[in-house]
């Protein structure tokens, strides 16, 4: 699309009210765009759509009228998590009408360089460790996106003395086509959203979208250890700065292993950045990295690559390192109870994200998971159910697939709670299951690897109740 100022008198749709349809209708409306915002739930379900007309914006909920798209309009801005396959979006790619998604409207109206963070996982906490460590430096830092503020509301309001830290989806990305973030990230590619991408290759392709635009005086930091991330390689026109776990890399941001000075034959490892020099500077003892788990310590390497790409001094990097406690429903600490600690994660929503939290941890789990079934068979699960697990309990629509595998995977302690008519007393029970399958020296671990809503409207709602479980116990 163009920036938003062209449309000044043209007809433009945007489906979706929530947050982002809210401020992307205000926007578009403030360049003299004919706006007509649209909401398939009901009139009484949108309390934004009152607000929206008293600006003199169109406001239809109740569903999708059959002339809602026509070939007067000119662009068709969608919510990201509405599917292509849903009938106003099928009629726009029938008629050849633009479709984009609230990150492509921000971008032209942002005057601040925009870092842009995506991956299967990881996202969330990446993002904010960035916020933190642009803070510290005094850089004016605007985090946003999907982590919180729309992207729309928070480029109103930003300069040229800001950077824009954004959390990007998939599915927001697969919405952009002038997008070009002065510095991008990819943090790894697991197979998840199968359901709204419909394979792999639409997926990958929407995620490959961060680095299409970017060119000379922009930045690619990549994920050196995933080999679907190195694929994308040959088609990066950015500068590239990779960042490894496993790999010492020429340039970029690493692990490596390094002598203790004073202390013979001792080794430690370390995050350090190598510069186009060669010159390699220590950031951080891996110990002293402020949340667990390896995945972390990736994205603590990714973090690092993006804010030393942004201007930040390696050597500034070990404080917010150290001090960053984490994020909420991702690796949680609840509490101890009777020598039992719990772990909220509630936003490991694919099996990928709750092998890497299983690994995190080197005392005995009691898993709980389970939730939406969108087809996996959770197989993939079994070596680190077998390794690092002493009971699970599972509950959701993939209850029994989660059981299936845990047997197969050897667990004898294999607990399927049954749905109550409440969501909440279904996740009430599997907590009270865990709490009597565990012992002194375990830990119960929430991380579905599914989505939540086959329960519950959020990964968020799914673990404030667990939360709220745990201290009840």
């Keep these: 699309m163009k920036h938003p100022e062209s449309y000044r008198d043209r007809e433009v749709v945007v489906l979706g009210l929530a947050k982002s349809g809210v401020q992307v209708a205000k926007v578009m409306h403030s360049y003299g765009a004919k706006v007509t915002v649209n909401d398939q739930k009901n009139r009484d379900q949108c309390p934004e759509a009152g607000e929206l007309e008293a600006l003199g914006i169109t406001v239809i909920c109740g569903g999708h009228p059959a002339d809602l798209v026509h070939p007067g309009i000119s662009l068709l801005i969608k919510n990201p998590g509405i599917p292509y396959k849903v009938g106003p979006v099928k009629q726009a790619l029938e008629l050849g009408i633009e479709i984009v998604t609230e990150v492509e409207v921000a971008y032209h109206i942002c005057s601040a360089p925009i870092i842009g963070i995506t991956g299967s996982n990881g996202k969330t906490t990446t993002t904010t460790w960035v916020g933190n460590m642009l803070e510290e430096a005094g850089m004016r830092p605007i985090v946003a996106g999907n982590i919180g503020t729309p992207l729309c509301e928070a480029a109103q309001g930003a300069d ?59 930045t690619a930091v990549l994920n050196w250890d995933d080999s679907t991330c190195r694929e994308l390689v040959p088609y990066i026109k950015a500068k590239l700065l990779p960042f ?47 949340i667990p788990g390896r995945f972390n310590v990736a994205n603590a390497a990714a973090a690092c690559a993006i804010a030393i790409a942004a201007g930040v001094p390696a050597n500034r990097l070990r404080g917010p390192l150290s001090s960053f406690r984490g994020v909420e429903h991702r690796l949680e600490y609840i509490k101890e109870l009777n020598g039992v600690a719990y772990y909220n994660n509630s936003k490991a929503t694919n099996a990928k994200a709750t092998m890497m939290a299983i690994t995190s941890f080197h005392r005995p789990i009691v898993l709980i998971a389970g939730g939406l079934d969108r087809g996996s068979d959770y197989m993939e699960l079994a070596p680190v159910l077998s390794e690092r697990v002493k009971a699970v309990v599972a509950l959701g629509e993939t209850a029994q697939k989660i059981a299936n595998v845990s047997h197969l995977a050897g667990l004898k302690h294999i607990v399927v709670v049954d749905n109550e008519e409440d969501a909440a007393d279904t996740l009430r029970a599997a907590v009270k299951a865990a709490h009597a399958a565990a012992e002194p020296g375990d830990i119960v671990l929430l991380s579905p690897a599914c989505a939540s809503w086959d329960m519950f409207a959020s990964y968020e709602e799914r673990g404030r109740i667990f939360k709220e479980a745990v201290h009840n116990l």
């Design 160 to 218: 040229s003395g800001n950077w824009m830290v954004t959390e990007l989806s998939s599915f927001q990305l697969k919405g952009t086509k002038e997008f070009r973030p002065r510095i991008g990230c990819l943090l790894n590619l697991a197979e998840t959203h199968l359901d709204y991408h419909g394979d792999m290759e639409d997926y990958v392709a929407s995620k490959a979208k961060m680095f299409a635009n970017q060119g000379e005086g922009d």
């Design 244 to 290: 490894s776990t496993n790999e010492e890399l020429v340039e970029g941001v690493y692990v490596s292993p390094s002598f203790i000075q004073g202390v013979e034959d001792e080794v430690r490892r370390s995050i350090v950045y190598r510069d186009e020099h060669g010159q390699v500077t220590e950031i951080i003892p891996v110990e002293e990295v402020g």
